[in-house]
């Protein structure tokens, strides 16, 4: 969402700039009326606003609890001190009888929100779905783990389903999948609003449900084994995630291009690219 509205912004801002420099030095008779102008400065904010309405209340959230609160109040004193200072003297070389100022001031103002969503895509968060103590862990836990022995306690032990649930959750944010919009894990229609333990759960039940399938009738077409498990009653697009899920921990494996059948092993180790390709 930060990425996108910066620079779909930026984009915007830049296409208004392009053609308000055709606008006469009095009055926007070329490319703009007075209207046309006013509803495009409204149409680039409402993206611009939404951006760095996103961008300020995440800022906090990369750092532990305790300075949360500190944190967002620097980087927004940073800011505004920033414009603060810097805006009169910007505005007042930029004043003049033509348009070419106010063209100047939008150009900057595009580049400055274009290399925003730019550092968004590369060095963001992806933090959805996820307790702001798993992003930044509070320090007095950090504090707690050293006490008496010097040395961090060791972690609690994973059962087989929350190590499966996490081994899914870092996927999800690596490589190219870390850009793409929207939910960080695989969501559907039937589970928005539903916690993501509760669609991690349901999701293993569909994937035990494929592995049975294949287990007792051997290997399957995609649409026989769709009908097989009664995936038309899961909802739009659980089986085909299901079965993704399922190819991708090694719980069945791929005979051709729409035939599956179950693993020869048991794994959950992240398969090859040839076996993570979407199903």
């Known amino acids: 969402m930060i990425a996108g509205t910066y620079l779909l912004s930026a984009l915007m801002l830049g296409g208004v700039a392009v053609l308000f420099g055709g606008c006469a030095p009095t009055s926007c008779q070329g490319q703009f009326t007075d209207w046309e102008l006013t509803l495009a400065l409204a149409g680039t904010f409402f993206f611009a606003s939404a951006g760095a ?15 949360r609160a500190l944190a967002i109040a620097f980087f927004y004193a940073i800011g505004t001190a920033i414009g603060g200072i810097t805006g009169p003297q910007v505005f007042e070389h930029l004043g003049s009888s033509s348009t070419s100022g106010v063209v100047t001031a939008y150009v900057i103002g595009a580049a400055v929100m274009a290399v925003g969503g ?35 306690a060791p972690a609690p032990a994973e059962d087989e389903a929350e190590r499966r649930h996490r ?10 999948r870390r850009y793409r919009p929207g939910r960080g894990s695989a969501s559907f229609s039937p589970f928005f609003g539903q916690p993501a333990e509760q669609r991690q759960e349901w999701l293993d039940n569909e994937i035990e449900i494929i592995t049975r399938a294949l287990q007792e009738r051997g290997e399957l077409g995609r649409e026989e084994l769709a009908t097989q498990v009664g995936a ?7 089986f085909r995630a299901a079965l993704r899920e399922a190819l991708r921990e ?15 092993t048991g794994t959950d180790t992240p398969p090859g690219p040839a076996q993570a390709a979407p199903a």
């Open 53 to 67: 309405s996103s961008a300020y209340l995440t800022v906090s959230e990369v750092f532990p609890m305790e300075i």
């Open 118 to 152: 730019i550092t968004e895509i590369f060095l963001g968060v992806r933090a959805e779905q996820r307790r702001l103590e798993d992003i930044a862990k509070p320090i007095t836990a950090e504090e707690a783990e050293h006490e008496g022995t010097g040395e961090r």
């Open 167 to 176: 081994a899914r959750s870092d996927w999800e944010r690596s490589g190219l």
């Open 232 to 238: 038309r009653y899961w909802g739009p697009g659980r």
């Open 250 to 264: 090694g719980r069945i494996r791929r005979v051709s291009r729409s035939r599956y059948a179950l693993a020869e």
